[in-house]
């Protein structure tokens, strides 16, 4: 692993992967500002133009499709409001210029985001995309009647001063893409852009470590409107003026499939999926190829993408993670830390303990699904300070009084974080301090070890505290991508992100789900540690009961949704009835019999 890799200070460390990043394309775009006008004749700037103004609508698909993996087919919409804004500002000679009026052009598609937004708030898939090609299309309806502001009297948009002539505007254009490239990386660097890849992901996994999902995807249509609008006031301002069908939805509906075949989330990609976009009909024109027939082929292509599954993950991306998965195995051949650990010292009756102050309080909870009662007024104490295990055999409704307690599910009771009752969606209860785990893993691939960690906890921990959170638990270092790592490497991190975010109460679904019987009583161990070096509180449902052993100093046993047994592990594992409802048989279930149930 390259933590035994010469020692190199973090820091140091992330500027050099800062600067490799930066390095490629800042070179390409000086060599393309100085190369192009100087050495290009006037045709070739001109279609290069046509390719360069036509990459801000990747951009945008990036940032919708391309990150949040949302559906999208009304991208040109967003351009054709920029391009329309930019032509009133020219016959009002708004004051400011070109620059000034692109700006409001991108400001005022960010309604029409908004607005597209909302629906998909709760509108997926098909569903979603039906509903913005229907915005297209009545976008197309309002615009398919007006002209071009100016274009009665054949006046032309006016150019930045300075870039007037065409490789001048060849100039300003790439460097406007450049800008909005700069803007993404930096974004992509933000909480928001890592919640973005993790909204794609999961969720409810976002959701779980405190993002809000709508005010998340809200931002991404604002974000992608933005640039749309930006874009189109780009292509306006080569032409000079343009009419309703340069940006109807057929060719958001074009430029959609090949975000899709392509794929748009990197600046390479998108700069490619640009140029296609906006090249294509010259190039099919040049070889006498209808260019309806090279739509049909990107659209056929775009369904045989998103039939594979890969949830509008382009080829470039793919290319992208086979690269990392091979530089991952040449980084990953050290073995795992020992797994060192010391059983824990049970504490007796813990679980219902009244003097110890609580970090959770469940009171008189009940779920119900239809006639089923999932979970069946249950209450139960975690001390403050304490490692309780969650046990039952499968269907006990464990998962259920965890989605309960957390906000996903509704219920009837009440729950009390630290002694104070918590109410509200999933993400305010997560900021509040109270955190969990999925059964189901939902860990996002795209993201890093150490992204995955910052987002999880909800801040970015100093590089010292974050390579400590990932070698206490045995995680592959921080810059190594999620896609790389195997199931057991990606549980720990799953805990080890959780606990950084040092919530005051924890409740792992199975953390241990999928590892091997090294790593389960490495984590085991780890587990056990979690308040004493964080202060957080933890809830383990596990089936592993050597895990349990080693990690909790209280057990509560629940089956068909009720308490039956609750104390310290070696009593309650004792208990006749637990022995019946765990095993279904009188054999008393011991350290070496794992897992049960599954
Ligand atoms: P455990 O995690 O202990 O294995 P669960 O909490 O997943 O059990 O399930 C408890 C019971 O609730 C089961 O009978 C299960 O079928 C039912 N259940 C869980 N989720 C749902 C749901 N969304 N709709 C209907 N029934 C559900
Ligand atoms: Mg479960």
Redesign the pocket.
Known sequence: MARDEPAEPEPALAWRRVARAVALPAAVTVVVLLVVPATLGHYWIFLLTSGVVAIPIMQSLGVITGRVGVISLCQMSFAMIGAWVVGWCNVAEVPGGFAAWMVLAGLAAVPAGLLIGLPALRLRGVNLAIATFTFATAVDVVFGPLQYPGAENFSFVTRPAGFTSDGGYFRFAVIVVALLFVALALLDRSRLGASWLELRYSERGAAAHGTNVARGKLAAFAVSAFIGGVGGALLVGQAGSTTPTAFSSQISLTYFAIAVVIGVRHWDAAVIAGLTGALMPVLMDAVHVPQAYVKVLFGVLAVLVIAEGRGQLGQSEIIRARRQAKLARQHTTAARPPATVTPRTPRPDAAGDHDRPTALEIRDLT?R??T?T??DDVSFAVPKGSVVGLI??????????I?AATGF?PCTGSVFLDGKPITGPPHRRARAGLRRSF?QLRVPPTLTAGRFVSTAAGRTPHADELAEYLDWFGCPPAHLPIGTMDVGSRRMLEVAGLVAGRPSMLLL?EPAAGQGARERRLLGGRIAQIPERTGTSVLL?EHDLELVRLACESLIV?DF?RVIAHGDPESVLADPEVVRAYLGSAEAPSPGRTPV?N
Do not use: E
Request: charged share 10%; glycine share 24%; proline share 4%.
């Open positions: 779920v699904f239809g089923v999932a979970v039952g055999p499968n269907g006990a409704g464990k998962s259920t009084l989605n599910t059964q679904d449902v629940i949704g149930g």
